[in-house]
C-alpha cells in the first residue's frame, strides 16, 4: 500500500522498539500530524452569511508551531506531506487514537492535543476530536465529527456535518494508521448563536493507533 512508503520516514523515531524486561516489545507511541482550516463563511451563503466566526481565519495545528501566534500558524501537513507531528507524551503533546476494522473499512476515534506554551507566552493548547464512524480505502465522503479548541477559539467549537476523504495523494487507510482531508459545514459552539465556521480544508495524519 502506497501509504506505508510515506509512513516510513515520518515513522522513524517510533520504528525502534525498546525491549521490556519480559522480553516483549513496547508498542511504538501513537503520533498525529494535523494541520485544520477554519474561516468565516462568504457573506453570500444562503444559510451562514450572517453568521460571525470568533475563531477567525487560521490554522488549528498539531503540534502546535510555537514561535507563531495562533492566528499566523501555517499548513503543516497536506495531501502528500507531513512536516512535522506529535508524539504522544513528548514535548506536552499528547495523542490517543484508533483505527479499527469495521465491516469493509476503518472506524476512526482521535483525540490530540498540541502544546502551545513557549518561554514567553502562555497559550491555550490546540486540541482536535475526530470521529469517523466507517471510512474506506479509496473513500472520498465518509461521514464524521469534528471538534476544535485553542487559543484562538477559546471555547470547543463541533461539527456533525464534515466528510472525510482517503482519496488523492498520499492519503490512504489502514489498520492502525490514517492519512486524511476533511470538510466541515456549521462548525458551531452551542452557547453561542448566531457563530459557525468553515472548515474549507484539514489534512491529518495518525499513526501507531490501536488497531
Not at 10 to 16: E, N, T, V
Not at 138 to 144: K, Q, R
Request: net charge negative; hydrophobic share 35%; charged share 15%.
Amino acid at each position: 500500500m502506497r501509504m506505508a512508503r510515506n509512513f516510513a520516514g515520518i515513522g522513524a523515531l517510533a520504528g525502534l522498539f525498546l525491549l521490556a524486561a519480559c522480553g516483549d516489545p513496547i508498542p511504538p507511541a501513537a503520533q498525529a500530524g494535523i494541520s485544520i482550516h477554519v474561516q468565516e463563511y462568504d457573506p453570500m451563503d444562503p444559510v451562514h452569511g450572517m453568521d460571525r466566526c470568533p475563531p477567525s481565519r487560521h490554522w488549528v495545528n498539531v503540534p502546535y508551531q510555537r514561535d507563531r501566534t495562533p492566528t499566523t500558524q501555517t499548513q503543516q501537513t497536506n495531501k502528500d506531506e507531513s512536516n512535522a507531528t506529535a508524539i504522544n507524551n513528548q514535548d506536552g503533546n499528547t495523542v490517543a487514537c484508533s483505527v479499527t476494522p469495521n465491516g469493509n473499512g476503518f472506524k476512526v476515534s482521535a483525540d490530540a492535543t498540541g502544546y502551545a506554551s513557549s518561554d514567553t507566552e502562555k497559550r491555550k493548547p490546540s486540541n482536535v476530536h475526530i470521529r469517523i464512524g466507517k471510512i474506506a480505502e479509496g473513500e472520498s465522503d465518509a461521514a464524521g465529527t469534528l471538534t476544535l479548541q485553542d487559543d484562538a477559539s477559546i471555547n470547543p467549537y463541533q461539527s456533525t456535518e464534515c466528510l472525510y476523504s482517503v482519496t488523492g495523494g498520499s492519503l490512504g487507510v489502514t489498520a492502525g494508521s490514517i492519512w486524511a482531508q476533511v470538510r466541515c459545514e456549521n462548525l458551531a459552539y452551542p452557547q453561542s448563536p448566531g457563530s459557525a465556521c468553515l472548515v474549507d480544508t484539514g489534512f491529518f495524519l495518525l499513526e501507531n493507533c490501536a488497531q
